[in-house]
């Protein structure tokens, strides 16, 4: 790097960010992730110019590689259907690969892509010994039968095995991809490695080496979150109203814990719709609907009658509450439904989903005081548990429920003092981006200067 760029840490940032776009430029959910994360990280280089002498940034952002492959795979009826499938491998300086795997139709690269650099800094934050991935494919699962998942997941893992391994890259669920799915991808691997190497994947069930609490960690871990933003603000969950928004792994589980601590919960959503329970929402129901009978949430009124359904989901957040919980998907509140949260009196936005709010609706909540934790901190709990799941696979151990949840619980209590304190560090204090941000980035960042591989 020139001397006038080390000097002018601004422009060092624009100028990185500049070429990304118009490297990128068919790829705006990348880049609306990239441009967040920049935009934190100018006062990082104003008082490490060593970060810009090594060109940090521009390293960081390009990804190790990126795998994209043909996944052939024969239907109910015979015929044979194809969808694409990808990796990310973005960073492994800090661990080998880790992130999810989604299986929805809006899967593209510029997705792949924006979760796998959102997930080198999550799993940064939690302190754990674990890189940045991401993949998936744009297979739908919705209205496949048991034995179609089955076939995908094995025609997907007999092209994806070559690129993983438990010290190379440790995929796991995302939308779409739950225990379901892993068991299949986790049955195919071990058949064509001849090897039982079972931390390859997380998310697995208990049993064949899946770890307790796994399942319940990204929506119980971002309640312990929000429990700590609460506690710095003299508050608590009791008897506040809450929404989610979802009804998947992360939103059921919000919604347990939440309702553990005493709040109301009043509503949550799947793509059809959402409902609103003004009596707080019957848990039971909605775990029966979606983790045992694969139902839409609508059917949840005919349980309760006095709960509303209302198609379309954007309407989710006009309903007036303490703290909101977005858990379904990116991009889904947008700079009005964020001012409408506000004039509505919410007090906290934590987001269980990856990059639900886009970046006008994080600086409406930042600029009205509403306390606000970004996804790679908040949701950071289900990658953190899947790292103690490779620590228990690679010890040939199994912890209780007990375990894994304090466990859980202290990982998320430091993933709010570390984003806190590094807010207050680098001025700007009170604001979890930029503390999330700057947290990860610098552990990242020192492992690269130690490393020295151009
Ligand atoms: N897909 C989850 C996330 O966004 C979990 C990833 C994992 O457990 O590897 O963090």
Same mark, same amino acid.
């Not at 997380?202 to 700590?228: D, I, N, W």
């Given at each position: 790097m020139t001397t006038a760029l080390i000097n002018n840490?601004?422009?060092?940032?624009?100028?990185?960010?500049?070429?990304?776009?118009?490297?990128? %430029?068919?790829?705006?959910?990348? !880049?609306?992730?990239?441009? &967040?994360?920049?935009?934190? !990280?100018?006062?990082?280089? &104003?008082?490490?110019?060593e970060y810009i002498k090594h060109n940090?940034?521009?390293?960081?952002?390009?990804?190790?590689?990126?795998?994209?492959?043909?996944? %052939?795979?024969?239907?109910?009826?015979?015929d044979v259907q194809v969808n694409r499938g990808y990796r990310v491998q973005y960073n492994n300086v800090?661990?080998?690969?880790?992130?999810? !795997?989604?299986?929805?139709?809006?899967?593209? &690269?510029?997705?792949?892509?924006?979760l796998a650099f959102e997930q080198i800094f999550k799993n940064a934050l939690t302190g754990q010994p674990i890189g940045g991935g991401k993949g998936g494919s744009d297979f739908d699962p919705k209205g496949k039968s048991d034995a179609e998942i089955m076939r995908f997941c094995q025609a997907f893992m007999?092209?994806?095995?070559?690129?993983?391994?438990?010290?190379?890259?440790?995929?796991?669920?995302?939308?779409?991809? @739950?225990?379901?799915?892993? @068991?299949?991808?986790?049955?195919?691997?071990?058949?064509?490695?001849?090897?039982?190497?079972? @931390?390859?994947?997380?998310?697995?069930?208990?049993?064949?080496?899946?770890?307790?609490?796994?399942?319940?960690?990204?929506?119980?871990?971002?309640?312990?979150?929000?429990?700590?933003?609460?506690?710095?603000?003299?508050?608590?969950?009791?008897?506040?109203?809450?929404v989610v928004s979802g009804s998947g792994n992360v939103a059921i589980y919000a919604i347990e814990k939440a309702q553990h601590f005493g709040a109301k919960v009043v509503a949550c959503s799947d793509s059809s719709g959402y409902i609103y329970d003004a009596e707080g929402i019957d848990l039971k129901i909605v775990k029966r609907l979606k983790e045992v009978e694969g139902k839409r949430i609508s059917e949840y009124v005919t349980y309760r009658p006095n709960a509303v359904?209302?198609?379309?989901?954007?309407?989710?957040?006009?309903?007036?509450?303490?703290?909101?919980?977005?858990?379904?998907?990116?991009?889904?509140?947008?700079?009005?439904?964020?001012?409408?949260?506000?004039?509505?009196?919410v007090k906290v936005v934590a987001e269980g989903a990856n990059m639900p709010s886009n970046l006008e609706a994080i600086n409406e909540f930042?600029?009205?005081?509403?306390?606000?934790?970004?996804?790679?901190?908040?949701?950071a709990g289900g990658v953190a548990v899947s790292a103690l799941e490779m620590a228990q696979n690679s010890s040939r151990t199994y912890w209780t429920f007990q375990e894994v949840d304090a466990k859980l619980h202290d990982i998320m209590k430091s993933i709010f003092?570390?984003?806190? &304190?590094?807010?207050?560090?680098y001025g700007y204090e009170g604001n979890l981006v930029v503390g999330s941000n700057i947290a990860g980035f610098v552990r990242v960042a020192n492992g690269m200067l130690v490393e020295g591989v151009y």
């Open positions: 840490a601004k422009q060092y940032v624009d100028n990185v960010f500049s070429k990304l776009q118009s490297k990128n %430029a068919h790829q705006p959910e990348f !880049l609306q992730a990239a441009e &967040e994360i920049f935009l934190s !990280l100018v006062p990082v280089f &104003e008082q490490h110019p940090i940034l521009e390293r960081i952002v390009e990804p190790d590689r990126i795998v994209s492959f043909r996944v %052939a795979w024969q239907d109910d009826n015979h800090i661990g080998p690969y880790k992130g999810g !795997l989604r299986f929805h139709p809006t899967v593209n &690269e510029s997705i792949m892509k924006f007999t092209e994806l095995y070559r690129y993983v391994g438990p010290d190379v890259d440790v995929p796991a669920g995302d939308i779409g991809v @739950g225990a379901r799915e892993v @068991g299949y991808l986790w049955g195919q691997y071990k058949r064509i490695r001849g090897a039982y190497e079972s @931390g390859v994947l997380t998310g697995k069930k208990p049993g064949y080496g899946g770890s307790l609490a796994r399942t319940e960690a990204t929506g119980y871990g971002l309640v312990y979150f929000v429990s700590e933003m609460l506690r710095e603000a003299n508050s608590t969950f009791l008897n506040k109203t809450v359904f209302t198609a379309g989901c954007e309407g989710i957040w006009t309903i007036p509450c303490d703290i909101a919980l977005p858990c379904a998907t990116q991009n889904e509140i947008n700079g009005d439904q964020a001012r409408t949260l506000i004039a509505n009196g930042l600029d009205s005081g509403v306390l606000f934790g970004p996804a790679k901190a908040a949701n003092n570390e984003s806190s &304190e590094a807010a207050k560090k």
